[in-house]
């Protein structure tokens, strides 16, 4: 009877550590599949991330206004400056209204927006780009636009967006009362940048002839 009775005891505890087993396998594959489920979406959000990541620094260095020559024009000195931009390789579409100039001349450094007030179209042009109306409306805070090159019409006066292949002059009056407060002399250093709202920006340096025997200058 004895004999039994141990048997039977020993039988129930081979059962018992049998299920108790089971607990904790069972206990092991969900923490290890809640373990896997969380590096998973952990991987898909990095990667993602990394994604947006790689495309916006694609984007901002791709992005951005090239300066392609800036010529001047000179009454006495030089008064009107045209700026020739387009958008870099692989550009997205720029917005010149929220595009901005930066000019000094070492004395003064004056910041410029986009005024709709001041948009030419390529047809406007009739062959001088320094004609007077194009300049003399200008202030010492605003700059204007004539469109050079804009096969799908997308760089209009209220919403003066360039793309690829666009090519715009970007005008600036400088004169009393206007950027500088007087026109630009004979040996100035003049610099500056245009900065697009995305991207890489736009820079120019040069200095002005010794001495002005003709009327329009090829300044960078």
């Not at 047809?123 to 605003?142: E, M, N, P, R, V």
């Amino acid at each position: 009877m004895g004999n039994k009775i141990c048997r039977i005891l020993r039988k129930k505890d081979v059962g018992s550590i049998g299920i108790g087993a089971m607990i904790v396998f069972i206990s092991m594959v969900l923490v290890a599949g809640i373990a896997a489920s969380v590096l998973v979406q952990t991987a898909n959000r990095l990667e993602i991330q990394a994604m947006q990541t790689g495309q916006e620094t694609t984007a901002e260095v791709a992005t951005g206004l090239a300066v392609r020559d800036v010529e001047g024009h000179v009454a006495t000195d030089i008064d009107y400056i045209a700026i020739l931009v387009a958008p870099r390789a692989g550009s997205r579409e720029i917005d010149l209204s929220q595009t901005y100039i930066e000019i000094s001349d070492t004395n003064m450094k004056n910041v410029l927006k986009y005024s709709s007030s001041y948009w030419n179209s390529k047809g406007a042009i009739k062959g001088d780009i320094f004609t007077a109306s194009f300049y003399s409306s200008l202030d010492a805070q605003t700059f204007g636009v004539i469109v050079l090159e804009d096969s799908d019409s997308s760089c209009t006066a209220t919403a003066p967006v360039i793309n690829r292949g666009d090519k715009v002059l970007l005008t600036i009056f400088c004169d009393t009362g206007k950027v500088f407060n007087q026109k630009v002399g004979e040996r100035t250093d003049v610099w500056g940048m245009v900065q697009a709202e995305d991207g890489a920006s736009g820079v120019f340096s040069f200095r002005t002839p010794a001495s002005y025997t003709d009327t329009v200058y090829d300044l960078y």
